[in-house]
């Protein structure tokens, strides 16, 4: 054997060897477990993110993701009660799959579970709420709640078929239906926006007069408390002078009360004074002293002509009251 032929047998094997491991080397991206079959037959242990080695041409592998993914599922036709078809364009349906149960899954639905386990149930699911409700319902009543109701009964079989693959949303895009009852939509869209621009405008002319009638209410109450602060201060301040008044009244009382009583103190000792003083003794003392302080004293009838004329004539002389021995007597008296 010459060394050309030596040499092609060994660049042959080189080149085989060179197919076997490139064929035997894999890789396996980061959130994601690889599932190995061995003559169709799932192998029960899968590999993670890395490098591995795998028997060539014998041994294939499918990855299969373990992080939250995004499924669609497109142009899914859906009748309602009435008859009329619809095609919800896109609905997402984001699930996970824990790690621990991928090669159960996968043994019972294959690596391409999503189909059976997801796409399916959502034909399933929509056809069975859209059979039950009309297009008003499906299309404007009742869609805001369809993602939900989608959501609980995915995640009702997949906890019962295949544990460890959890949903967490759904997320339904606007049907599509026929063009005349999608035009009718509109025109009845634009009617019940038309009213409740109306009824928005309604209620913005009533939040205005009610503003207006607080407005007055408050300036009304505000003049009444004024009025009643302004009444209030004049009732104290004619309070202030009743009681004033009251307090000089009293006084004015007590002064002349208590003038009066010393004015009659000031009487009734008087009084005492002179019913100690006037004894009939000192009354007849005082008798002979205004007697003795008069110079003559006359006796008779015609004492009064002294003082007052007749019309007639001139007044007659009063007697002497004691004859004239007596008087000289008398004087002599008051001579001694």
Known sequence: MTMPHIGAIFGAIAGVMAIMLHSSIHKIEEGHLAVYYRGGALLTYPNGPGYHIMLPFITTFRSVQTTLQTDEIKNVPCGTSGGVMIYFDRIEVVNMLVPL???????????????????????????????????????????????????????????????????????????????????????????????????????????????????????????????????????????????????????FLAREKARADAEYYSAEKFADANRVKLTPEYLELMKYQAIASNSKIYFGQDIPNMFVEGTNGPPKPARPLHPPNAQADLLKTEGQ
């Open 101 to 251: 149960a991928v090669v159960d899954i996968v043994r019972n639905y294959t690596a391409d579970y999503d189909k059976t386990l997801i796409f399916n149930k959502i034909h399933h699911e929509l056809n069975q709420f859209c059979s039950v409700h009309t297009l008003q319902e499906v299309y404007i009543d009742l869609f805001d709640i369809i993602d939900e109701n989608l959501k609980l009964a995915l995640q009702k079989d997949l906890t019962v078929m295949a544990p460890g693959l959890t949903i967490q949303a759904v997320r339904v895009t606007k049907p599509k239906i026929p063009e005349s009852i999608r035009r009718n939509f509109e025109l009845m869209e634009a009617e019940k926006t038309r009213l409740l621009v109306t009824a928005q405008t309604q209620r913005v002319v009533e939040k205005e007069a009610e503003t207006e009638r607080k407005r007055a209410i408050i300036e009304a109450q505000k003049v009444a408390q004024v009025a009643e602060i302004h009444f209030q201060q004049k009732v104290m301040e004619k309070e202030t002078e009743r009681k004033i008044s009251a307090i000089e009244d009293f006084a």
